[in-house]
Each structure stands twice: as C-alpha cells, then as structure tokens.
C-alpha cells in the first residue's frame, strides 16, 4: 500500500479526550476515531490489526476444533427472561441496550451469547452422540458500559471473540476448558503479549472454576494479586489470603464503655488504646433485587479488614435464590427503617429493623447475617453496643448473640500473607482483562432446557463451558505494553504492516526507482509492505513511521545510486544499519516473510 492513498491522518499533540498512553498513540497515529463516547471507527490501519488478531485466534480455535459461527446481535426479551437475566441486564446498573421493535416486542443487542447459543444447543444437540461441540465468533458486542473510558479498552461497541462448548459431563467439559486453557496462552503469546492467567470470579453460580487472562500493565483497570513463586495469582475480586493475626483482647466479663462520638474504628482505637484487630466492625446494607423487596444485610468484619463488594454479591445473590437479580447493594440509611439505629455504634447483635417500604413482604424478611473468618475467629471482641455512645468490650459469639453464616468476604491485600505457603506474600500489579474462560456448568442449559439423551438413556441438561476474548481491548493491550517516546512498537505479528520503506526524497528519481522496485519485490513474497511515497520532508515521513510503529523501515536515501539502503528495526534488536539493497531484501525474507520466499 502507498501511504499517500492510506488516508493516513497524524496528530501531533495528545488529544484531550485521551488519558492513558495506547489510547492517545491509537488517536495520534490514525488508527481510530471516537463518534461517541465508547463508539469508535476502526480505521484501516486499525482493521489490519484486528485482522491479524483475529486470524491468529481463528488456527487457535480451529486447533482445539472450535467451530466458527455467527449469531444474531438482536436478541429477545423472552430468551433472556427464561433465563433470569433480562432484568439483572436492562435494569438499575444492567448493561444491556435494549429496543422495542415496531411490533412492541422487546429486543435487547448482545452484550453476551450464552442464552441465544443454549436456545440454539436445545434445539440442535439431542444425544451423547453428538457431544462434546464447541462453536465461536468474532463480533461486535454491545454494552453499555456505565464509564467507557480508555478508548478501546472500555468500549460500548467493541469486538469479542466468543466461545460456548457443551458436553455429555463435567470431566469431558473440564478437557474442554484445559484446552481452552492452552489456546488462550498461545493466543496472547503470539500476539507478542505478556499475559499472566489469573483466577478469577465466577460470580454468583459458585463452584465453577474461571481464569482471566491478563496483560500487565501501569493502566489496567484490575488489581491482581501474585505470589512470588509464581504459584498463586488472583484477581483481587476473588483473591484470598491470610489476614495479620489479631492482636488478642485481655480476657474478662463483657463490659459497657462510654465512647461519646466515637463513630469510626479508628477514633474508637485511638481514645482507648485498643488495636484494631480487636475490633469487630458491623456493616449495615441494603441488597435490591429485580423480582423481591430490598433486604437489610448485616457484615460483620474484623475491624482492620476492607469489605470485598464482589464477594458480598456473590454471598447475597446466592442466599436469596427466589429474589431475581441481585439489582445493587447500597449502604442502608436511617430512611429505609421504622425507628431510630444507632448509626456508628452498631453491634452483631443488632435486632432485625422493620423496613420503611409499601411492600409488607419486606418488613419480615429478617437481616441476611453474614460473618466474615477474620471477625468469627475472633474469640473476645470490642463492638458497639446498639445504643449511641456507647461500646461492648470482652463481647463473645454465642454469648451476645448466635455466631452469623461464616463466609469469606473481605479484600486480600497486597503484603499479606498466601493461603498455599504463608512465607510468601502476596505482591500487586495492574492488568488489563483481555480473556475469560468459564466452566458455566449447567445453569443456562437448565433454565432454557437444553437437554440431550445420555449414554444410559436418560434426560439430563447439558454442560456448558464459555471462553470469551476482547480481541479490540487485546490490540489497544498490545500498545500499551509496546512502546516507547517515539510512538506505537507493534509485535510484528499483528502489525499493521510489517516493513515501510520510506523514500527520503520523492523528487530524486533514482530513489524512487529502487524504492519502487523495493517495493514490488517485497509484495511479490507476500510481505506487508507500505511505501511511503507522499512529497514530504524525510523527518516528517521518519515521525510518522515510528508512531504508527511498523517494526521494520528500509530507508531509500542518497545511497540509491550505490544501491545501498538504511534497516532500521523498530524493535530496537538490530538497530540501524547500511546494507544493500539485495541484502536488506534477504534479511527481511529471512525475519518476517514466508518460509522458502527469494525477492
Ligand atoms: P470487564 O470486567 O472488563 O468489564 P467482563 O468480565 O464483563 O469485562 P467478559 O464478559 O468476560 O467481560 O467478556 C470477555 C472479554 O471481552 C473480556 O475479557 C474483555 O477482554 C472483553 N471486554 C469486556 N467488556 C469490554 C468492553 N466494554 N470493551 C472492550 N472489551 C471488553
Ligand atoms: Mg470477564
């Protein structure tokens, strides 16, 4: 291609719009444009990208018999309710955009495929026979997403490649997920990205074992979690830990303390010397569901530890099996209750508050009481006392009140010890989500009744498995693990183009001869060149070839007539060198072109 018919439009200056560095170099080096926020053209430089990424995931897929499909984006209401999903995905924070269609039937546009690809296996997939199938596609998703930000990395439009398997049984679905496993690894390596598998939350289902793939890097919207000998990573939504060991509380009769506006932990501690591990801090909430009344939710913490929001979610969602979609979990004010709470002295033992709602239903639902280890370990406690002012220190469970359901709720943090060998600690990066992999189980394929026959002959549901990459978000990770202060380092197997030869003067006709027949040549063993033929200065054409970051620049310069050229590697492993035009040609047959081409 001849950059001058590439519509090729550079930017000097960071565009505002853009905070983090692949994003403003995406903008700067005329892969893309935003039309809205989280909508975005994929110009042609770009396209090439997302092709080579795509062609990369589509042998991955094929080597582990994937079979490539494409299903439609325009999705109906029905499915998703038989389900359980349209409300949890239109409603409160959903984000599901959603229609209705000139018929007055409501369509949502697909954020996910799990239940039009189960409609499909029930209607399709009758026997044991015919197991396991796994299909995929890449294709736009649509979500709308509640802060798209990051360009490419949060879109509201975006590209996934997305992959369902279903299976006679759980080992064959857990073969499945292990291949996956190791496609996903040669997937991110041979797109030249550092990648690290994360476990990761399986949300509310429980049980089912899940792994994000993670390119690290400074701008990455998730914290993980690793051990040192590399045994143990984590998103820190799921990590686990071991938590300081309480400082223990001197023994004795439980006893009142007057703690005049003492509210927060940390006062409470400063005021009486107590160490905070000796405190029990309770957390009153209010979880809102899509088909129950809101319900209190009372946490009980060890007070150094941090409340984890994802597994509260998962915890709740699961205790309230009829309630519908777990909406959002808020903290609960003194609005939503009959009667005055004392706020800031909260105790365990707190007695269930009628609820301020028209609904009658939720004035007897009783608290969901929930104890994290780190408070129920605890063997005598400071906590409030339920009255203003006032605390409870040398509190026992069982003594004040019946030790609430146990279940892991708090944040790991960085620097605390690891469950698997407790002399490693736990250390912190940032990464970018760039791949799920999913062992879903049975839960689609029993609620849209995906059944088949077994080999026994019975009727049984299916067992699903869904694998899910952001092949946009994936190219956006690449530039921002592959760059440096002149602009883009794309990894030569999903750039653009992999060589430009630049002709340093457009106007001396024994360069533009050889370039020309440079060019040719490298066309004819079927690399990816551009020619850089536009009428500008030789510096201009340098910047720009190193923003857009093709990895490989033969110069055409004043050694034209000596037919020697300049071969520069982007990359930076060979650096700068003058070489004949011919032996230029041969080294970049050798690095980058197909195997056994001459030029
Ligand atoms: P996130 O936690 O980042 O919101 P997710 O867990 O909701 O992502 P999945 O449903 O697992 O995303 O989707 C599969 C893959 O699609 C993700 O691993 C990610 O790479 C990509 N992806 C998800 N949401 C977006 C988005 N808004 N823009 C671009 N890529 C996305
Ligand atoms: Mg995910």
């Given at each position: 291609m001849r950059v001058s018919r590439l519509m090729l439009v550079t930017l000097r200056d960071d565009p505002a719009e853009a905070e983090i560095t692949s994003h403003k170099l995406l903008l700067r080096a005329g892969f893309m444009r935003r039309l809205a926020p989280g909508i975005f053209a994929y110009l042609p430089l770009l396209w090439r990208v997302l092709q080579k990424v795509s062609a990369i995931v589509r042998e991955e897929m094929a080597a582990v018999d994937a079979l490539e499909t494409l299903l439609p984006?325009?999705?109906?209401?029905d499915l998703w309710r038989r389900s359980g999903r349209w409300d949890g995905y239109t409603a409160g924070e959903g984000i599901m955009f959603h229609l209705i269609d000139r018929q007055e039937r409501s369509l949502g546009l697909g954020p996910t495929h799990e239940e039009v690809v189960t409609e499909l296996a029930a209607d399709?997939?009758?026997?044991?026979?015919?197991?396991?199938v796994c299909l995929y596609q890449i294709q736009t998703k649509f979500r709308d997403e509640i802060r798209p930000r990051f360009g490419l990395m949060r879109g509201r439009e975006f590209i996934m490649k997305d992959a369902y398997s279903f299976h006679a049984d759980e080992a064959c679905l857990r073969r499945t997920y292990a291949a996956m496993d190791g496609a996903y690894r040669r997937i991110f390596e041979r797109c030249g990205l550092r990648a690290v598998a994360v476990e990761a939350d399986s949300g509310a289902i429980g049980g089912s074992a899940s792994q994000e793939f993670m390119v690290t890097a400074e701008a990455g919207e998730d914290l993980i979690l690793t051990s040192p000998d590399g045994r143990y990573a984590a998103n820190q939504e799921r990590a686990v830990s071991l938590p300081a060991p309480a400082v223990p509380l001197p023994g004795g009769p439980c006893r009142t303390l007057a703690t005049p506006d003492q509210t927060s932990i940390e006062e409470l501690c400063d005021a009486?010397?107590?160490?905070?591990?000796q405190t029990v801090k309770v957390l009153l909430l209010l979880a809102r569901f899509a088909a129950a009344p809101a319900r209190g939710v009372l946490v009980c913490l060890r007070g150094d530890q941090l409340l984890n929001e994802v597994k509260l979610a998962n915890a709740v969602t699961a205790r309230c099996p009829d309630a519908g979609a777990l909406l959002e979990i808020v903290p609960l004010l003194a609005?939503?209750?009959?009667g005055p709470v004392p706020f800031g002295f909260l105790g365990p033992h707190l007695v269930d508050l009628p609820m301020r709602q028209a609904d009658p239903r939720a004035a007897a639902a009783p608290l969901l009481r929930l104890a994290d280890p780190s408070a129920a370990e605890l063997e005598a406690f400071v906590c409030g006392a339920n009255r203003v002012d006032e605390h409870l220190v040398g509190a026992r469970w069982g003594e004040l009140c019946p030790l609430p359901e146990v279940v892991d709720l708090r944040a790991a943090q960085p620097g605390e010890r690891c469950?698997?060998?407790?002399s490693q600690r736990l250390e912190a990066a940032r990464g970018i989500e760039v791949g799920h992999i999913f062992q879903l189980g049975r839960k689609y394929s029993e609620a849209l009744e995906a059944r088949f026959t077994n080999e026994a002959g019975e009727d049984e549901a299916l067992w699903m498995g869904c694998y899910g990459i952001g092949v946009s978000r994936l190219a956006q990770a690449a530039v921002e693990q592959n760059h440096d202060a002149d602009g883009i380092r794309w990894p030569v197997a999903i750039a653009p183009y992999t060589v430009i030869i630049v002709?340093?003067?457009?106007?001396?006709p024994v360069q533009v001869a050889l370039a020309e027949e440079l060019y040719g040549r490298l066309l004819g063993v079927g690399i990816d060149v551009l020619l850089d033929d536009r009428p500008e200065r030789a510096g201009v054409k340098f910047k720009d070839a190193d923003l857009i970051g093709i990895p490989w620049r033969l110069v055409v310069g004043r050694g034209a007539g000596e037919r020697t050229v300049e071969l520069v590697d982007r990359s930076g492993g060979t650096g700068k060198r003058d070489l004949t035009a011919d032996a230029a040609l041969q080294e970049l047959v050798e690095r980058v072109g197909l195997r056994g081409a001459s030029p």
């Open positions: 984006q325009l999705q109906p209401a399709l997939l009758r026997s044991y026979r015919q197991l396991p009486h010397g107590f160490d905070p591990t609005d939503h209750l009959d469950l698997h060998d407790p002709i340093a003067s457009s106007q001396d």
